[in-house]
């Protein structure tokens, strides 16, 4: 059976709901999904665990609001930043330039960002959250490419190839950083192999 969870209308509710999403955060980050419970996030955000359940059904929905909280945040600064690169660089330049805004954007801890690709695994709700992210970025880059007179000859083939690369390359420069690797270098090959890709089309 599921629970009935208040859509808060008031300014208060608004805030209490905003404050269990922001401790939830804070813990997810710290320590992880697992080991974060519901309990944790109530005494974070100064509430009891009968008012974040007014809120939320459980602590995967809590998670999966916080993930949506990000996304708001992450689009509107992917979207910022990819305005305001020059389109008079060689696509190249622009490939990386996107890159570099992706990076940028993923401020996550390990703990996280492991956690959360876990669950995208084993979860429907997760998994369809990260699908329509993908959805996003993709979509992003590929109008970035537009508007520099780029265009797919197999758009959903090779968007599918760009953002996989793209997607890949992020985690393990982020959250497994090579010591022995040169990021730049790494970044460039990569823009190379999209150009390459595109060509292919």
């Known amino acids: 059976m599921e629970k ?43 509430l009891s665990v009968c008012s974040v359940y007014s809120y939320f ?29 020059s389109k008079d660089k060689d696509v190249i330049e622009i490939i990386k330039d996107v890159y570099y805004v992706f990076i940028e954007a993923h401020n996550f801890s390990k703990i996280y960002h492991n956690d959360a690709m876990s669950l995208k695994y084993v979860d429907d709700d997760v998994r369809s959250y990260f699908q329509n992210e ?19 000859k197999h758009e959903k083939e090779q968007t599918f190839l760009i953002y996989s690369l793209f997607e890949n390359l992020e985690d393990e420069l982020i ?21 390459s890709i595109l060509d292919a089309g």
């Open 175 to 195: 959250y497994s950083p090579d010591a022995n690797i040169d990021k730049d270098i790494v970044v460039n090959e990569c823009a190379q192999m999209i150009v």
């Open 4 to 46: 009935n969870v208040r859509i808060p209308q008031q300014k208060r509710s608004i805030e209490k709901k905003k404050n269990v999403i922001e401790a939830a955060q804070k813990l997810f980050n710290e320590k992880g999904y697992s080991q974060t419970n519901t309990s944790d996030i109530a005494k974070e955000a100064g």
């Open 134 to 152: 993908r959805l996003f970025f993709a979509e992003a880059t590929i109008k970035q490419l537009k508007e520099v007179g780029i265009t797919l």
């Open 57 to 85: 059904k459980d602590k995967k929905d809590i998670f999966i609001s916080c993930l949506q909280e990000n996304s708001e945040k992450i689009k509107a600064s992917i979207s910022e930043k990819i305005a305001e690169i």
